[in-house]
């Protein structure tokens, strides 16, 4: 049988996945973020009182206190997203392990965002 | 030791045969501080949600009697990470630009990241008067 297809309609979607000026772009972006967020979130949850939960609840309550938690919050899970994919897919070759990696990455980052932002929502208004 | 090994051609340099020097220790030392971050900061969401259901009283053991100890020596333990992963982060920056690759400045600044780390570290937990 005639093989119709171009040389590079073969090989297409078969090499890298082009998104990683993106990947590594998104990773200086949310560094920046938390080069401003991470030292003042740090500093505020440290002064709160916290482990008490009255205090903890107070501070997270508190207007400040969640906006500067939520900023850190996205900022830091995006980042460690893109930072634990690339330990990923440096150390793990393995195709089916790396692939359950990545995906427990991706849920666990984004699924933790999602309750944690919901929870502060909760504690805030 | 027998070895199958044939090729007379030197073979490229491995970790376990590799002088430990010390932009080598914090490269390797960022990576592990990201993750201890990333376990870190998932306790700490997991912890904002069991206050917002009311139930944080699960954890609380974490924070009675001997076990206050380890949980404290883990918190100083990630202030540390965070503090170096800011720090040489920050120096991950700056490469972006091209500028800091000379050798003897870039091992010096490994060493002073690595250390320099210790101070917002002691002056948090000295304030919190652990």
């Known amino acids: 049988m005639t093989d119709y297809r171009t040389p590079a309609a073969k090989v297409r979607g078969l090499g890298a996945s082009g998104h990683a000026s993106k990947h590594w772009m998104a990773h200086r972006v949310t560094a920046i973020a938390l080069f401003f967020l991470a030292p003042v979130f740090v500093y505020?949850?440290?002064?709160?009182?916290?482990?008490?939960?009255?205090?903890?609840?107070?501070?997270?309550?508190?207007?400040?206190?969640?906006?500067?938690?939520?900023?850190?919050?996205?900022?830091?899970l995006a980042h460690m997203r893109s930072g634990m994919l690339e330990v990923i897919e440096d150390y793990i070759h393995k195709p089916f392990t790396k692939t359950v990696l990545v995906l427990a990455n991706s849920f666990l980052t984004i699924g933790l965002w999602l309750v944690t932002a919901f929870a502060l929502l909760k504690l805030a208004l | 030791m027998a070895s199958d090994w044939s090729d007379p051609r030197p073979m490229s340099p491995h970790l376990q045969v590799w002088r430990w020097h010390a932009t080598m220790a914090s490269s390797i030392l960022h990576r592990a501080t990201g993750i201890a971050n990333y376990f870190g900061a998932v306790a700490i969401a997991i912890w904002v949600i069991l206050l917002a259901f009311g139930a944080e009283g699960s954890v609380a053991f974490l924070f009675e009697g001997p076990m206050a100890w380890v949980t404290r020596f883990a918190l100083i333990g990630l202030t540390y990470a965070i503090s170096y992963h800011w720090l040489n982060g920050l120096r991950h920056l700056v490469w972006d630009f091209g500028k800091g690759y000379d050798p003897k400045g870039s091992n010096l600044r490994s060493i002073l990241i690595m250390i320099g780390a210790v101070i917002p570290t002691a002056l948090l937990w000295l304030n919190l008067g652990a």
């Open chain 1, 44 to 76: 505020m949850l440290a002064m709160s009182g916290a482990p008490d939960p009255a205090a903890a609840r107070a501070f997270f309550a508190s207007p400040m206190g969640a906006i500067i938690t939520l900023l850190t919050l996205t900022a830091g």
